[in-house]
């Protein structure tokens, strides 16, 4: 059983205060996560802080150190309340759109990524919502890892490697198996959550692991069934506890 940290809603106008901190941590610990890059914000709650004009060669240089670079979305917006494969949220940017409308939102994020000199491991789709068609799209530009579902493995399912993500904070009880993605966001964060999330770094830092080796491991894996039973258990008991809100 090992965690893999992921934090989304990496940009430049992001709460840095909090985020320097937390790369501090990290870098300190020699943890490697995997960061949620938005391409071109446009959400009105990314804009918290001054824009760094560094920003892509910070990016450029956590990749060089093994960090693991998701390509969030294009800008961020809620067009669509269209929940997707998971249906877990009632908003997207991509999912229930045509093929041609996404391909090119892809295309432009990615166009970004490219005159920045970076290259996205995988796909992070804002609010966890995409349908099968975001997932064609991707294969065609080259991108087949995403960071979304709820299953106990990484598995491959329609030609892409889904790395499963199931939490959002470090739990009370250590679940015996799997391998479980914590989702942070820590443009929401305070003080109490910086020490909160240090503690629980310390606390939990033999179990975490290096996305790039699970990636690497899981590669080809397929998922059996009753990590299928899994996924619909868990989705529904997060719907029903209303644990998943807003924070895509």
């Known amino acids: 059983m090992v965690f893999l940290l992921r934090f989304d809603d990496i940009c430049p106008t992001m709460n840095w205060r909090i985020w320097l901190e937390v790369d501090r941590l990290l870098l300190e610990r020699n943890i490697k996560p995997i960061i949620a890059v938005i391409p071109s914000n446009k959400e ?32 961020h917006l809620c067009v669509t309340r269209n929940g997707g494969i998971l249906g877990i949220n009632s908003c997207s940017e991509f999912a229930g759109l045509e093929e041609e409308e996404q391909e090119e939102r892809i295309i432009r994020a990615l166009e970004i990524f490219r005159a920045n000199n970076v290259t996205p491991d995988l796909f992070i789709a804002p609010w966890h919502s995409f349908d099968y068609t975001t997932l064609r799209v991707l294969r065609k530009h080259g991108i087949n890892v995403i960071s979304d579902g709820f299953s106990l493995y990484p598995f491959v399912h329609y030609g892409v490697l889904w790395i499963p993500q199931q939490l959002w904070w470090f739990p009370k009880i250590v679940p015996p198996i799997g391998v479980w993605t914590i989702l942070f966001h820590h443009n929401f964060w305070g003080e109490s959550e910086l020490r909160r999330f240090e503690i629980d770094l310390d606390r939990f830092r033999k179990k975490i692991a290096d996305p790039a080796k699970i990636i690497a491991h899981y590669r080809d894996r397929r998922r059996p069934l009753i990590e299928e039973i899994f996924d619909y258990t868990w989705k529904r008991m997060l719907i029903l506890l209303r644990y998943i809100k807003y924070r895509g």
């Open 44 to 75: 009105q709650a990314f804009f918290i802080e001054n824009e760094r004009e560094d920003f892509w060669n910070y990016v450029k240089e956590r990749q060089k150190i093994g960090w693991i670079i998701g390509v969030h979305g294009y800008q």
